[in-house]
């Protein structure tokens, strides 16, 4: 990882629970520090960290980042239910939203100019199932992002299979339903992203290991369904469950971790980003790795990628014109990596 400053969540399941965020690239080695249980998920705005905390009691934590990498607490908020695995901030980072996968429900925490957060202005449930007997009981939020505009909001279900637009107050943080696209029956979408061009998103589907490419109106937001891809190379059987989503800064590639096959579907995204084509899948080590997330850096050199498993953190270097991977550096050891913040 050298040149490269991150943070690595871990997270060790339900059953226990992993107390640290590991420093690496600001000193000679990396270091674990915090007592966050189970660090799911990621956000950065200037030298302040958010942290999802995927528990019972679901809460998200505000760390001021030092120059030497240290983690200084400033608040913690409860996030009004169970499993918190995802969050983002607004544009204007005077908002920042976060999903509850266990209990179903989308919330909107204020930022104050301190970085710190305020308690929940606003909480959607969801409601629903699926026909999947075991993984859509129940709602399960995964994903929530912003949309280009600011003025709306996106978010994924996997237990709904339903992308939903909500329109955003950006006065009182209030969500009011927009619009709601079923990307399928028994798919399960979980990770979202948006083209640079803001009017396409990429949606992976965890039980149907596919990608679902939908058409945006920005004007409108209202999302239409273009096509659908695998994540798997043809002929390929076997339990296989997509995880992270990214795309290159530049919009020419898409890549997809895959968590059974243990693999990087590379796809290349067409000019105008209303479809994809497979390029590669590249494996990402031994067997039973399971990819967790994947992280593309801001100039588009590199990629990567948290291997909960294995307990590595990989880095590849990304081609230009093809948009291949190729490992570049060893891998970092870092116990369950779930997700990754570059800072």
């Not at 871990?10 to 915090?34: E, P």
């Not at 999903?99 to 606003?122: I, K, Q, R, T, Y």
Request: glycine residues 12%; proline residues 7%; negative net charge.
């Amino acid at each position: 990882m050298t040149g490269t400053r991150m943070f690595i969540g871990g997270y060790a399941g339900a059953d226990r629970l992993t107390h640290g965020i590991t420093a690496a690239g600001f000193g000679a080695s990396a270091s674990v520090q915090t007592d966050v249980p189970n660090p799911f998920g990621f956000a950065v705005s200037g030298n302040v960290l958010y942290v999802a905390s995927n528990v019972a009691d679901g809460r998200v934590h505000a760390l001021r980042i030092g120059a030497e990498g240290v983690l200084t607490p400033i608040g913690d908020q409860s996030a009004r239910g169970a499993g918190t695995v995802q969050l983002s901030l607004h544009p204007l980072g005077a908002w920042l939203f976060a999903v509850n996968h266990d209990s179903g429900s989308v919330v909107v925490f204020p930022v104050a100019p301190d970085g710190s957060l305020g308690e929940v202005a606003n909480l959607v449930q969801h409601t629903g199932s699926g026909p999947d007997p075991v993984a859509q009981q129940s709602p399960h939020p995964h994903f929530v992002v912003a949309d280009p505009s600011g003025e709306r909001v996106l978010v994924t279900d996997k237990g709904t299979d339903c992308l939903y637009v909500y329109d955003f107050d950006g006065e009182t943080g209030a969500l009011s339903e927009h619009a709601r696209v079923r990307l399928g029956s028994g798919v399960g979408p979980r990770s979202l992203v948006v083209h640079p061009n803001g009017r396409h998103l990429y949606v992976n589907t965890e039980l149907a290991s596919t990608i679902v490419v939908c058409g945006y109106d920005i004007a409108t937001g209202q999302p239409k369904i273009l096509d659908t891809v695998s994540t798997l190379p043809a002929g390929v059987e076997l339990w296989n469950a997509p995880s992270g989503l990214a795309i290159r800064p530049d919009g020419r590639f898409l890549y997809a971790a895959n968590r059974g096959h243990d693999s990087i579907a590379v796809f290349a995204v067409s000019e105008d980003g209303g479809s994809l084509r497979p390029v590669h899948s590249q494996p990402v080590g031994a067997a039973a790795t399971l990819p967790w997330d994947v992280v593309v850096a801001a100039d588009g050199s590199r990629l990567y990628v948290p291997n909960l498993v294995a307990g590595t953190v990989a880095t590849f270097g990304i081609d230009q014109d093809s948009g291949l991977l190729e490992l570049v550096e060893p891998t970092l050891a870092v116990p369950t990596p779930a997700c990754v913040a570059l800072v």
